[in-house]
């Protein structure tokens, strides 16, 4: 048990410190590049307060935040005052970045959980299906159908479904997350639910090709190998095998992957909450470009950043907890 | 119990992406084993043992087509009769703890075995049980990985998996390459032991000092045919009737220990005649003719027509 | 003993033409999209203009793709508007090319902190979403088309670095490799004579299974607004102009020019496949 817990502790240990140097890096790549960048540097650093300056206290604060200074000083400033959690105020929102990426992310919290899980669930049954059956029609299908989503673009498929459910059906709203003109309050749980179904599944229908067309290489393989050769022996079905060894022998991979897949599940959000205006995260960082509200977009690259990070992270947790062989390793006779 | 004459197993492949191709692994491949026995099918790699056995259970590939005739208990081996006896009927012993789910716990993997046959969950958990203790496996086995058993424990798994059922042929593929001596000796009277309660055991080997330490009778296997099938004491008492057994034989380190010359012919470019006389001391212009039909000669069936010398 | 499985089923019925049929497959594509790239010198400007009588009329013989809410031809302006987006992607994606070429030989000949700082730089890339970093860049770098062509060339070169990179430190471990070092070749002789046939496949491939991306990302940068100014429709542009006529039910403005875009990054897809299989048949799916 002791052992157990100090392996626990180093790998946090191990993970904070990746991440440490990730964010680290991600910083001055940031930092490099703003500050070769045609844009404004004080107006960078201050965002909204930019209107309530003079030029004097412009100079001023060009002085005392060392613009004068060379980079590597400035740079040390610029991330000491993000290690304090001074990320600035978002010109466009009129808040601290912090509240605005708070709140955005909640917004869109459960679009992205219903489209990843969607995706995931759909993908990983398409996969089976297909890998199973490999060479029939159905596997023909299912290839066309995710092979054809691989090469769409995200917004046009979006625009698609609205076209069709929201503009010719009238079964879902045409955009936000909540109908106009009701206070956020007194916004039903099922009205949360109408507005985002369809972007969730717009983000969704995207993750499935990738999920799908790896399950089915991966469950082909797994049904070429020796146990699947011996549990046919034994008498098991083609549906008993992929049942009792073939889904347990994919799930992992599967659950990487679709780990993995946050990073494009993040930009994929950017162009979904675009074509629905759904005011979500996506629409934040679309938002902090178009109209150079940089503390607010650095701060969203910050975020993305931890995003990616922790979906990686998960996928290398999911390992020991499914894989008996890395969970048990020390443990042999 | 079961008879195999004549069988052959041909694929067919498609050659660089363009033609297609007829390549036959298995020619004129007979053989017979009754209840309690042990008989031993030997031969080096790629003489079709295996392949043999995976007919038997029906898990060949797709593109694979039988000849000739099986039987077993009398009826015909069809692919319909294969599917419905596998497992249960005929059971196989791989030769791997490779052949194992790597994911999932031997307790289940065997639990799953009785299952297979109609048992309740309870019931084959019982009986998973029962066996695991008849062959000296701790409790705690059950719970254990693949990756965690040790190879003697890896064997008494697997062997495990086909005592459970009521097969009446239990084959048993490679079992002894890679252990130790004395796990050697342990699987081999395992596998006796499944002869003695009755059932018909096919031990499928490489390993000539393996297969006659339990074998009753021996069948000599050939680029993909049978060249001699040989009661286990032919060999020691100097009876052997095909040159190839013999010179087997004499590759033996307590023996003469004289590798046999040359190579067995690929199934690609099978020689007209007799598939050995490439490497036969005995060849003669006959041999060239026609292959040698497998004859009855003092007491065991030989495919060569010089036998009697 | 383990069964030399032979070879499994038949993949294909016509297998016996597969060459012949992969080069036809080639001379399509790369014909679609040339014919995609040159079409608006072909038809001209005339559909751009506006013709107020022939105002959002749905898809019909005369205009494939309908007309707008100005009455322009829509299958002309989606030709300009693709035209536009392939030659950006193109661009874009050429010089992310030799970018992943440049950097992959670099770090797999010289190896040290020249390797280790390409493989930094590679990870900082894959820890943001692309979608993102995209926008970062064309933010940082001013936006508009320098923007764009700017953020499509440097963010898509990682890939194809990767592959290089592990295809020179495979032949690099090579034996005649190794010889050559042992005759005191220097590395950039070594990577001149020894690298460059090998990486060459894999940069062409790399190189058409770049287009794809690079137009699909150029298409969303337009779209969200971040690209080329509404004055120049490329194909995003477009799209998002037809988001504003979706609810009055104009649907073949949005429709009709994605479905041109996804019929040329199919092509590209379809191409880059196929020259695949050609120079390299172990690894197709063909």
Redesign the interface.
């Known amino acids: 048990m002791d052992m157990q817990l100090r392996s626990v502790f180093t790998f946090v240990a191990r993970k904070l410190l990746r991440l440490g140097l990730l964010l680290l890096a991600v910083a001055i790549f940031t930092f490099v590049l703003l500050s070769l960048s045609p844009i404004d540097p004080v107006q960078a650093y201050i965002g909204a307060d930019m209107m309530q300056i003079s030029s004097e206290q412009r100079q001023l604060i060009a002085e005392r935040w060392g613009l004068d200074q060379p980079m590597i000083i400035r740079f040390w400033d610029w991330l000491g005052q993000l290690v304090q959690g001074n990320w600035g105020t978002s010109m466009v929102f009129n808040q601290p970045v912090s509240e605005v990426i708070a709140s955005r992310f909640w917004v869109s919290l459960p679009m992205l959980a219903i489209a990843w899980l969607l995706s995931g669930i759909l993908g990983l049954g398409l996969g089976i299906l297909s890998g199973a059956l490999a060479g029939s029609w159905i596997d023909r299908v299912v290839r066309l159908y995710a092979y054809t989503l691989a090469s769409s673009p995200t917004f046009w498929v979006a625009l698609l479904l609205l076209i069709v459910f929201s503009v010719a059906l009238r079964v879902t709203p045409i955009c936000c997350a909540a109908p106009p003109g009701i206070l956020a309050a007194d916004v039903t749980l099922w009205q949360h639910l109408h507005h985002l179904l369809l972007p969730a599944i717009a983000l969704s229908i995207i993750g499935i090709a990738n999920i799908a067309l790896h399950t089915r290489q991966k469950l082909i393989d797994v049904l070429h190998s020796d146990y699947i050769l011996f549990a046919r022996a034994q008498g098991e079905s083609l549906w008993g095998v992929v049942r009792h060894h073939g889904f347990r022998n994919l799930i992992l991979p599967a659950l990487t992957l679709q780990f993995a897949s946050l990073s494009e599940l993040f930009g994929g959000s950017v162009l979904v909450e675009q074509v629905f205006a759904y005011p979500g995260l996506g629409a934040a960082t679309v938002q902090a470009a178009l109209r150079s509200d940089v503390p607010l977009l650095v701060g969203i690259v910050f975020f993305s950043a931890l995003f990616v990070y922790t979906g990686n992270t998960l996928a290398d947790l999911t390992y020991p907890i499914v894989d008996p062989r890395i969970r048990l390793g020390g443990w042999q006779t | 119990m079961l008879s195999i004459s004549n069988l052959g197993i041909t694929?067919?492949?498609?050659d660089q992406?363009?033609?297609?191709k007829q390549?036959t692994?298995i020619t004129d491949l007979d053989l017979t084993i009754q209840a309690g026995e042990v008989v031993a099918v030997m031969g080096a790699?790629?003489s079709g043992?295996?392949?043999l056995a995976?007919a038997l259970?029906g898990?060949l590939?797709?593109?694979?087509q039988l000849s000739g005739t099986m039987e077993f208990q009398g009826e015909p081996l069809t692919p319909k009769r294969c599917?419905a006896l596998?497992?249960?009927a005929i059971?196989?012993i791989?030769?791997?703890v490779?052949?194992?789910?790597?994911?999932?716990?031997v307790g289940r993997q065997v639990q799953?075995?009785g299952q297979?046959?109609g048992l309740s969950s309870g019931a084959a958990r019982t009986l998973a049980n029962r066996t695991f203790a008849r062959y000296d496996l701790p409790p705690t086995t059950r719970q254990r990985?693949p990756?965690?058993?040790?190879g003697g424990?890896a064997r008494r798994v697997l062997v495990s998996?086909a005592v459970l059922t009521q097969a009446q042929l239990v084959i048993a593929?490679?079992p002894t390459p890679g252990l130790h001596p004395d796990v050697v000796t342990e699987t081999l009277n395992h596998l006796r032991e499944l002869a003695r309660e009755g059932r018909g055991v096919m031990l499928?080997t490489?390993d000539i000092e393996a297969a006659l330490q339990v074998a009753d009778r021996v069948a000599v296997f050939y680029a993909g045919t049978t060249v001699e099938i040989a009661a286990a004491e032919d060999f020691a008492r100097g009876n052997l009737r095909h040159p190839y057994t013999q010179a087997l034989w004499r590759s033996l380190p307590q023996n003469d220990f004289v590798p046999v010359p040359g190579n067995q012919p690929s199934p690609e470019n099978l020689p007209v005649g007799c598939l050995y006389r490439d490497r036969c001391a005995w060849v003669t212009s006959e041999c060239e003719q026609a292959r040698p039909e497998l004859r009855f000669v003092r007491q065991g069936w030989v495919r060569c027509i010089h036998a009697e010398r | 003993m383990t069964v030399t499985s032979p070879i499994s089923k038949p993949m294909q019925r016509f297998r016996s033409n597969r060459r012949q049929r992969i080069l036809w497959g080639i001379a399509w594509c790369a014909l679609l999209l040339v014919a995609m790239i040159l079409s608006p010198w072909v038809i001209g400007d005339d559909g751009l203009s506006p013709v107020l009588v022939q105002r959002n009329q749905p898809p019909s013989l005369v205009h494939a793709f309908g007309t707008d809410w100005l009455g322009r031809d829509m299958l002309s302006r989606s030709l300009h508007g693709m035209s536009l987006s392939l030659r950006i992607g193109l661009l874009a994606a050429g010089i992310s090319a030799l970018i992943g070429t440049g950097l992959g030989l670099a770090a797999g000949t010289l190896g040290g902190w020249v390797d280790a700082v390409v493989t930094w730089i590679i990870d900082v890339f894959f820890s943001l979403p692309h979608l993102v970093l995209l926008i970062l860049i064309a933010f940082a770098v001013g936006g508009g088309t320098t923007g764009v062509i700017i953020a499509v060339a440097v963010t898509h070169w990682t890939s194809l670095a990767r592959v290089i990179r592990a295809e020179v430190l495979q032949v690099n471990s090579s034996d005649y490799v190794r010889l050559s070092y042992r005759f005191g070749r220097s590395p950039i002789w070594i990577a001149r004579h020894h690298m460059v046939p090998h990486v060459i496949p894999q940069l062409l491939v790399g190189l058409i299974l770049l287009f794809p991306h690079a137009i699909l990302h150029e298409a969303a940068l337009s779209f969200i607004g971040i690209g080329l100014s509404p004055h120049i429709p490329a194909i995003g542009i477009i799209l998002a102009e037809s988001m504003r006529h979706l609810s009055t039910g104009y649907w073949w403005l949005g429709v009709m020019p994605g479905l041109l875009l996804l019929l040329s990054v199919k092509a590209f897809d379809w191409l880059g496949e196929n020259v695949r299989s050609l120079l390299d048949p172990k690894t197709s799916q063909g």
């Open positions: 694929f067919t492949q498609y992406g363009l033609r297609r390549l692994v790699s790629g043992k295996s392949l995976h259970l898990i590939p797709d593109n694979a599917e596998r497992g249960k059971a196989l791989p030769q791997s490779g052949y194992l789910d790597p994911l999932m716990t799953r075995v297979l046959n990985y990756f965690q058993l040790s424990m998996t593929d490679e499928i490489h």
